[in-house]
């Protein structure tokens, strides 16, 4: 049975947060599926038979290992009801995020002293996993004074107002390469490499055709759709030419960009300048990559 997905999850932005968030189930190993997000509920139900989408990530451990903070959080609600006989824990974060933990067991915060209001520093505990449940449903939104708890995503509803993918957060915090995921990293991989991407709103003609363009220069098969293998052809080809797309910041900025292209092969090169997705640090290294890649003195240029 074809696993069921929410068809437009890619309009749903990354969490950013803290840019180094620590792993929320201590002394456990990274164990999570990165497709988990936007799934259909019930699990490996039948387009006709899910009800809802999966609103976060399934962080998994035996036992009942702590739950850490992942950065410095204000805790908004301990021991709200969830699933299975477990509890929830909410907080926000001076980084702009709700967070949601899902899965823990009623009182295990009065181990640590833990109590709405409190201020907790990143990667002390809040809670235990609770053992029936097995692990903890992870959620993340932006944070408003009017969210006061999490969101259900039904199936014939669009996402819920201010939520966030949850992936490359709990990615960054284990340690492991962050998928690109949303549109906003499509374009910004595209935008790059010299493709004329747009910069945000719904995804279009035009990105589509970057993206076969850019397919059909990395030596794919140029379907216009992204997946495992594109991936890991954009990020060999911006490897090589010195451009991290994760440590880039995704908020749009308005900044002046060579007319010339990165690389070759392209009809619809940036004309209107590389606007930002890579925010005001990365320009500078993206400069400097693009001279080095064309044989410019950095120094002298």
Known sequence: MARQRYQRVREVEMALGHPEPTFILEGCPPKFAAWSFGGGRPFNCSHADCVRWH???????????????????????????????????????????????????????????????????QGKPIGRVHDRYGMIHFETYKDDPARMSNSR????????EGILNPTNYIQRAAGQEQTLESYTQIR??????????????????????????????????????????????VRTKLNEMGLNIDAWPTV?????????????????????????????????????????????DNESA
Not at 205 to 225: C, K, R, Y
């Open 55 to 121: 609103a976060g990530i399934d962080v998994v451990c035996n036992g009942t290992p702590a739950v850490l903070t992942p950065e410095l959080c204000t805790i908004e609600a301990v021991d709200r009801n969830w699933s299975i006989g477990s509890k929830a824990v909410f907080a926000r974060t001076a980084t702009g995020l709700y967070l949601v933990f899902g899965g823990t067991i009623r009182g295990s915060g009065d181990e640590w002293n833990v109590k709405e209001g409190d201020e907790i520093p």
């Open 153 to 160: 995503w039904y199936i014939h509803e669009p996402p819920p």
């Open 188 to 233: 910004k991989a595209l935008l790059l490499l010299g493709f004329s991407a747009m910069q945000a709103g719904p995804w279009i003609e035009e990105d589509t055709v970057a993206l076969t363009e850019a397919q059909e220069l990395l030596g794919l098969d140029p379907d216009g759709l992204w997946g495992p293998k594109t991936e890991e052809k």
């Open 252 to 296: 749009p900025v308005s900044v002046p960009w060579p007319e010339e292209p990165l690389v070759g092969g392209s009809s619809k090169f940036i004309r209107y300048g590389l606007y930002g997705l890579v925010g005001v640090a990365g320009l500078a290294a993206a400069r400097a990559a693009w001279k080095a890649y064309k044989g410019v």
